[in-house]
């Protein structure tokens, strides 16, 4: 018996490990999000995926651990979303299932956009201590976006297992994207969206 | 510049694709659940991951499309719970980001365990419609795994966007699975977990 079709390849885009090189240091919030919306517009001027971007940092020294970017559409796979990619790249980086060692630094992810449910799990398993968010909910719901079920209580369950939440920065400019992507005839791709039949 | 570590490979493990050949058609709830808790059990025996099995069916034909193991101690990486490689390996076979289509037949996710926070919110994104759940979320927490941020409100909302949520098939034998997998000594790995640093 073969196990055919039992592999399955996750590739980060050249670009965005070019874009965001592990080990380069940001100097603060601004900065870092900063980054993860040039990430996000990249993105789009590319046609690589949606208009999202992400990156875990090591807290203290700014450093970058890994990046992502939204990549649903163009891979045909719901998981990738630009948070779960720089979580599973920044894993496999540091070389465990947690991000959180005793004697080693904490880490922070840094999103465009505020989570999705999914995203918020990973986020927690992660062992990422710090969330930072530019982007809310509802400016991504504004341009039709699900975003699953997310709570006031989600948030007080995080915190109380150790992930602080930050919102709130550079979120202007993180809407506008998400706005252009919108009126610039991006797919907005839900679960029940027809799947692209071609170009893809 | 190269893009190095840039890529990030998902090895199901052949004995998973073994026991659970896509096209194979299960008769009823019954049968498809004893395949995930079978499959958790496996995934104990052979050392490869926690104790948990999922696996996507065609409803109607009863067909596999796709199974899962948990796998994030082992290949270090904590998005790997079963539910997760079930839908991905699911999507990359029906080649979408969805598996809802339009004149296609419509999809379900058996899980051994409730899902946590993270494969909720995926289960939403994946296009199946029906979940169906094995142990309970307390019967997890009861042998020391978290589930992660979600309450009843979590599973009204994926109920508005389509997905219809079944319990309680095989609970007690998905339970006791669980709870012998704690007493022999499995490790019981969360987000302030030290990550074992032998054998792996």
Redesign the interface.
């Known amino acids: ?14 670009w ?3 874009a965001a ?2 080990g380069r240091a940001f100097r603060d919030d601004q900065d870092k999000m900063a980054l993860v919306i040039r990430l996000a517009e990249e993105n789009i001027a590319r046609g690589d995926g949606g208009p999202f971007g992400a990156a875990v940092f090591e807290i203290g020294s700014g450093k970058v651990v890994a990046a992502g970017v939204n990549r ?2 163009e ?5 990738l979303h630009a948070e ?1 990619i720089a ?3 920044a ?8 991000l ?3 004697g080693r630094p904490e880490h922070e992810l840094f999103t465009s956009c505020e989570p ?7 986020t ?4 990422v201590t710090r969330l930072v968010i530019g982007a809310e909910r509802e400016d991504a719901m504004a341009v039709g976006f ?1 975003e ?4 006031a ?2 948030y007080a ?2 915190a109380a ?2 992930v602080q939440t930050v919102r709130g920065i550079r979120r202007a400019e993180a809407a506008r994207l998400l706005r252009g992507y919108r009126d610039s005839g991006g797919p907005i ?7 692209p039949t071609t170009g893809l």
């Open positions: 018996m073969t196990a055919e079709g039992a592999r399955l390849v996750i590739d980060l885009p050249a965005v490990a070019e090189v592990p649903v559409v891979a045909a796979n719901c998981v779960m979580l599973m790249f894993q496999q980086r540091v070389g465990s299932f947690t959180r060692s005793p999705c449910a999914m995203c918020l799990g990973a927690l398993w992660s062992g699900e699953g079920p997310v709570f209580e989600s369950y995080i297992h150790g791709y839900n679960p029940d969206s027809t799947p």
